[in-house]
Nanobody, 118 residues
Framework: QVQLVESGGGLVQAGGSLRLSCAAS????????MGWFRQAPGKEREFVGA???????TYADSVKGRFIISRDNAKNLVYLQMNGLNLEDTAVYYC????????????WGQGTQVTVSS
């Protein structure tokens, strides 16, 4: 049973930074891609970024240059470093991972709230 648990959300002022963590368990962590999604109030869930098992990352245009995804395979952790936060980044952030190769998420965490204030 794959389990994902996010942490690190909270309230931050615009322009500030926050780092989210996602702890994975239930299978070989290093073999799978990991991703971050977010859902703002009244909006659909959207892709934020992902990191492949190789360490290659990809980001949505809206966060490119501000957010950084990394992973620690020894600790089964994936991180989302968020810099230069703005009001539009307010959302519930979810960690996700696929059941197999590629990246079509099958497993999701419970989410962590990030609120950016002016």
């Amino acid at each position: 049973q794959v389990q994902l648990v996010e942490s690190g959300g909270g309230l931050v002022q615009a322009g500030g930074s926050l780092r989210l963590s996602c702890a994975a368990s239930g299978r070989s962590f290093r073999s799978y891609a990991m991703g971050w999604f977010r859902q703002a109030p009244g909006k659909e869930r959207e892709f934020v970024g992902a990191i492949r098992s190789s360490g290659v990352t990809t980001y949505a245009d809206s966060v490119k240059g501000r957010f950084i995804i990394s992973r620690d395979n020894a600790k089964n952790l994936v991180y989302l470093q968020m810099n230069g936060l703005n009001l539009e980044d307010t959302a519930v952030y979810y960690c996700a991972t696929p059941a197999g190769p590629g990246f079509s998420p099958n497993y999701w965490g419970q989410g962590t709230q990030v609120t950016v204030s002016s």
